[in-house]
């Protein structure tokens, strides 16, 4: 029989057990071991069997056991004591109230855009690594204080969940959420009525959203949701999946995200009495619309046009990035763009002509709006996701900024980061001492590290293994029965694995890049490596495909084939439905995390960080954080075959390295025992793994980032352009029409440079003096920036490594400067003109430059 309609309807507490309702909707239990605890022993199997999740535990557990819990004292003294923690938490003055005291102009409240958040299992709103790093992101912001809030959608299905069909091809589930049993609450007016944004559709239409709340330790996160019965029966389903439909459907769910967005994050502060964000943070281009709204509000109050709103959203508005391939960026054809934001004067966005949105996403395909481009020009900061994909991204956006040299390209890095307390083993934590979440990122970790001996973390870290081996079976069984076996037949599935054997993970999405079949190159390599009788390996492979994406499921079907075969199925394994609630397993109990992405096209990949948090040793292409935490010591780097063309031969040697380093060095280290049975050398390594990288892979180490180098300096230019009634926006968009009006007839007339010395080749280091006479089309001398640049050349004079010196005003129109030859070999030099204002982030910023012709 099947429902006509289904709902949820929410266990009432006794009175003594209220704290335990607010206790399950405060997110903050993801991260903290001790009320997790308390909710278990509410009830131990309804806990395990419901995956720790507080809410469905209340609404599942008998009322008889929360009858005797209510009259239970000790249970009734723990709750409140962790009730009584959770309030000081959330009221403390913690990292950033510190440094709002040390420093002026902090920002006093951050909005982060993002279409996926993954904070926890029990909230499954997110697909993969974007979100787990954005709910990353929101945790360690609660844990330092920092005032965020989130912004982005609800989906009524989440991303898909992923089964097997009996020949191994991935099939996806979408099962239908209901918001009112998440960990969520509507926002409400004072009278209690739902709050409805709305976002106006062409042909006179209206999406209207409800919006949930989260709330994460200390950080509201807001999630708009389509399905309300006001809205028309296709609108309803904008927020119906995350990553499906065309693309009709994911510009509304985009326009809805960031339009719809700010809309939500106003009222919820007004409702709230919550600052209004001075800093709007866009997570990836998908949220971009955000800025959109931002000048359209602007543009509304009266006080200021269309390019003056551009200057002082720009002011505030953080960007980052985190596609190293333009294939993977967010494009629309123009026409679609054209029929959201085109419906005249009192469209979607009134005040916010529809040529200047197409202008702001122009690319160089005439008929495609560029997402990443429209983020990039409506953020005065800009940033990637990891050293080396900060230097990606400048060379894949240097279009924008023509004519300067790659290394000038406005857009910086951030390495990412993960929350410790959320993925590290709740033992390892106890015994790194980061049980306190203000202590982490201080290098605490050490400290109360220091006085375990070897043999005490290598027990734990079998204790880990273990415990993910009998997960593994658990899985694999079911999996089995879900493919059609029956239990009769599934004996052998309780001795899958083996706690003793050396046990590596390879888990992450499925896109082509990540080589999910790198480790079949050579079946038979593998097999040996898996079977070898003294020192045998065994694998743990899991990850979704893309439902659209046959290719992906094709990789996946030939893991799971070659895994099935009953010589190897006892060391090799693929576990469908890879997520949050999984992860953390694999995390803990693998030995070794390996990563073997095509370089450099893993932005920055975190499952590995999650990995060393527990002394997992990192054995991955240099690619993404791999590149720059790698120390030669902390794990493996396998060798990449950088500049291979052919890509078959680029994968064999890259294989051929693969096993090969496991099979010489990993696994003859790891079965390499003194007389204790402890690996020495393997445990140096794990040691050297948690004290190097165990700081700099945290989420708080990410997100101080952010604050110190990103947000802060975006709150002081949106402070200086919106002073006394928005002079400086004013003023900075007044200037950038005088550049737009005279920068064709700036220009640099002559140049000379003249070298002390005899005229032999001049010598590394010696001085030369360049001049240049200028024509500054009307604009004053204060507006410029003249700069000497000098830099290597190659065969066709191309400037590279280049340094730029100003060039001081001799006389009307004549600059002159002194610089030091910096190398030697093929030099050459240059002048150029470059715009000048205070409020300019950088010379550079506005990707004009007149150079010396
Ligand atoms: C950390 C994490 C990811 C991202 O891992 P990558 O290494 O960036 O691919 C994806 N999914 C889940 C569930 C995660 O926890």
Redesign the pocket.
């Known amino acids: 029989m099947r429902a006509l309609r289904r709902f949820t309807v929410r266990a009432s507490l006794p009175e003594p057990l209220e704290a335990l309702g607010r206790l399950a909707t405060n997110l903050r239990w993801v991260w903290h071991q001790p009320t997790q605890d308390l909710f278990a022993s509410v009830d131990p199997q309804v806990w395990e069997r419901l995956d720790g999740d507080p809410l469905r535990l209340l609404a599942e557990v008998s009322p008889d056991r929360l009858q005797q819990l209510a009259t239970d004292e000790g249970f009734l003294v723990r709750t409140s004591a962790i009730a009584d923690d959770l309030d000081r938490y959330l009221t403390s003055g913690r990292w950033y109230q510190r440094r709002q005291e040390e420093t002026e102009g902090m920002p006093s409240s951050i909005a982060y855009f993002s279409m996926e958040f993954?904070v926890t299992e029990a909230l499954p709103n997110y697909s993969?690594?974007l979100g787990?790093l954005a709910g990353d992101h929101l945790k360690a912001a609660s844990d330092l204080g920092v005032p965020l809030i989130g912004v982005g959608l609800l989906y009524r299905s989440g991303y898909f969940r992923q089964s097997l069909s009996h020949d191994g091809w991935q099939i996806e589930h979408y099962p239908v959420l209901d918001p009112r049993a998440l960990p969520l609450e509507p926002l409400t007016e004072p009278s209690g009525a739902p709050i409805l944004v709305h976002v106006a559709m062409p042909d006179d239409r209206v999406l209207r959203a409800r919006v949930w709340k989260a709330q994460v330790g200390r950080v509201p996160l807001l999630l708009l949701d389509s399905d309300v019965e006001e809205n028309d029966e296709d609108l309803r389903g904008v927020t119906d999946r995350l990553y499906g439909g065309d693309q009709n459907h994911r510009i509304r769910q985009e326009i809805l995200a960031g339009v719809g967005g700010v809309r939500a994050v106003r009222v919820f502060c007004e409702l709230t009495g919550h600052a209004q964000p001075d800093i709007f943070h866009t997570n990836e281009g998908h949220a971009g619309f955000l800025g959109l709204e931002r000048i359209r509000e602007y543009v509304a109050s009266g006080e200021l046009d269309f390019d003056q709103s551009l200057s002082t959203v720009r002011a505030g508005t953080v960007f980052t990035t985190h596609t190293p391939v333009p294939a993977g960026i967010d494009r629309f054809p123009v026409d679609l763009v054209r029929h959201y934001f085109g419906a005249g004067s009192d469209g979607l966005l009134p005040g916010v002509p529809v040529d200047r949105v197409l202008a702001l996403g122009a690319e160089e395909n005439p008929g495609l709006f560029n997402m990443a481009h429209m983020g990039l020009r409506l953020a005065q900061r800009a940033n990637g996701v990891s050293q080396l994909h900060g230097r990606v991204s400048r060379e894949m956006f240097r279009a924008l900024w023509q004519d300067f040299d790659v290394t000038e390209v406005p857009i910086g890095s951030v390495t990412n980061g993960?929350h410790g307390p959320t993925w590290a083993a709740p033992e390892v934590s106890k015994v790194l001492g980061e049980s306190e979440p203000d202590a982490i990122g201080k290098g605490v970790g050490i400290h109360g590290f220091e006085p375990v001996t070897d043999a005490g973390l290598w027990e734990l870290r079998g204790a880990l293994r273990a415990r993910l081996v009998a997960e593994i079976r658990r899985r694999v069984r079911a999996s089995w029965v879900q493919r059609g076996a029956s239990n009769l037949e599934l004996g052998w599935t309780d001795s899958v694995f083996d706690p003793g054997v050396l046990t590596i993970g390879f888990a992450?999405?499925v896109p082509t890049y990540?080589r999910l079949t790198l480790m079949l190159r050579d079946p038979e390599r593998l097999r040996a490596l898996l079977l070898d009788p003294e020192r045998p390996v065994q694998l743990v492979v899991a990850g979704k495909s893309h439902p659209a994406d046959d290719g992906g499921k094709a990789l996946i079907q030939q893991i799971v084939r070659f895994a099935d075969d009953p010589e190897v199925r006892h060391r090799i394994v693929f576990l469908p439905d890879?997520?949050?609630s999984m992860?953390k397993y694999l995390y803990w109990g693998c030995d070794v995390w390996l990563?073997n992405p095509l370089r450099p096209l893993?932005a920055?990949?975190?499952?590995?960080m999650?990995s060393a948090l527990n002394g997992g040793l990192n054995l991955s292409i240099k690619d993404g954080w791999w590149d720059e935490l790698f120390d030669g010591d902390n794990g493996w780097a396998i060798p990449t075959a950088d500049g291979v063309a052919d890509p078959n031969r680029r994968d064999d040697l890259e294989a051929t390295a693969l096993y090969e380093l496991i099979g010489d060095q990993v696994a003859p280290m790891f079965y390499d025992r003194g007389e204790d049975g402890v690996p020495a050398r393997w445990m140096g390594k794990v040691r050297h793994t948690l004290a190097s990288l165990g700081p700099q892979v945290q989420a708080s180490r990410m997100v101080k980032e952010y604050v110190e180098t990103l947000y802060a300096p975006a709150a002081r230019s949106a402070a200086a352009v919106g002073e006394y009634a928005h002079n400086g926006a004013k003023e900075l968009a007044s200037y950038r029409a005088r550049l737009d009006a005279a920068w064709s007839s700036v220009r640099v007339a002559e140049t000379t440079m003249s070298i002390n010395g005899n005229g032999a080749a001049p010598l590394l280091g010696s001085k030369a003096t360049v001049t240049a006479r200028v024509e500054l089309g009307g604009l004053d001398r204060t507006e410029i920036e003249v700069q000497a640049v000098i830099g290597r050349v190659d065969d066709s004079d191309e400037l590279h490594d280049v340094i730029s010196v100003p060039m001081d005003l001799q006389a009307p129109g004549e600059y002159s400067a002194e610089v030091e030859l910096p190398y030697a070999g093929p030099t050459g030099y240059t002048v150029r003109v470059l715009p000048k204002h205070e409020l300019l982030a950088s010379p550079v910023e506005l990707g004009k430059v007149i150079l010396a012709s």
Do not use: D, H, I, Q
């Open positions: 993954g993969g690594g787990v993960v992450r999405r990540k890879y997520g949050m992860a990563n893993e920055c990949g975190t499952s590995g999650k």
